[in-house]
T-cell receptor, first 114, second 112 residues
Framework: DVKVTQSSRYLVKRTGEKVFLECVQD?????MFWYRQDPGLGLRLIYF???????EKGDIPEGYSVSREKKERFSLILESASTNQTSMYLC?????????????FGQGTRLTVV | GEDVEQSLFLSVREGDSSVINCTYT??????LYWYKQEPGAGLQLLTY?????DMKQDQRLTVLLNKKDKHLSLRIADTQTGDSAIYFC????????????FGKGTRLHILP
């Protein structure tokens, strides 16, 4: 059964802390994505990666960085957390192919920055 | 840039049909998707349609695509309480590195 696992369902962090959100997939997918989801704004792409050590900025990369050292793991890093980064964070993965490819999502991490 | 638009909220009586609409701007969209997000969960693919198709039916779900108007719709027949969720329209181009572009999601509320 396909699986995308995010390390935490809920996190509470203080302003200024460095925060790591981890995502692991077991499907040998090339593409991995980080989105944040906010009411009325839908899903917004933060960063994506189409191969190990490769990354590209999405629509809202400011205040975030990512790391993809291994194919199965894609980490989202908040260098210095701020209250406006309180959100639901969703990780996804998909095959790197020109053919139709379904994106598989993790269950989400609800991050609160206080 | 590419954009996907959908209304934010739809209220339907149990047993009626629900129709969720979506418009997109990218004429090179190759695949169009409907994802479902239940409360507290991630997104799950519900159905998809290839851009050379007009319609796809899968049990209670019917997807209609009007490529000329760049309009996609999802019809859920005999709507049930378990259909209460947020439905996201999404599109993807044909290139390997094309991102999937999501709409903001339509929250479907079922009335008893």
């Amino acid at each position: 059964d396909v699986k995308v696992t995010q390390s935490s369902r809920y996190l509470v962090k203080r302003t200024g802390e460095k925060v790591f959100l981890e995502c692991v997939q077991d499907m040998d997918h090339e593409n991995m994505f980080w989105y944040r989801q906010d009411p009325g704004l839908g899903l917004r792409l933060i960063y994506f990666s189409y191969d190990v050590k490769m990354k590209e900025k999405g629509d809202i990369p400011e205040g975030y960085s990512v790391s993809r050292e291994k194919k199965e793991r894609f980490s989202l890093i908040l260098e210095s957390a701020s209250t406006n980064q309180t959100s639901m964070y969703l990780c996804a993965s998909s095959l790197g192919t020109t053919l139709n490819t379904e994106a598989f999502f993790g269950q989400g991490t609800r991050l609160t920055v206080v | 840039g590419e954009d996907v638009e959908q209304s934010l909220f739809l209220s339907v009586r149990e047993g009626d049909s629900s129709v969720i609409n979506c418009t997109y701007t990218d004429s090179s969209s190759t695949y169009l998707y409907w994802y479902k997000q239940e409360p507290g969960a991630g997104l799950q693919l519900l159905t998809y349609i290839f851009s050379n198709m007009d319609m796809k039916q899968d049990q209670r779900l019917t997807v209609l695509l009007n490529k000329k108007d760049k309009h996609l719709s999802l019809r859920i027949a005999d709507t049930q309480t378990g259909d209460s969720a947020i439905y996201f329209c999404a599109e993807k181009g044909r290139d390997r590195d094309d991102k999937i572009i999501f709409g903001k999601g339509t929250r479907l509320h079922i009335l008893p």
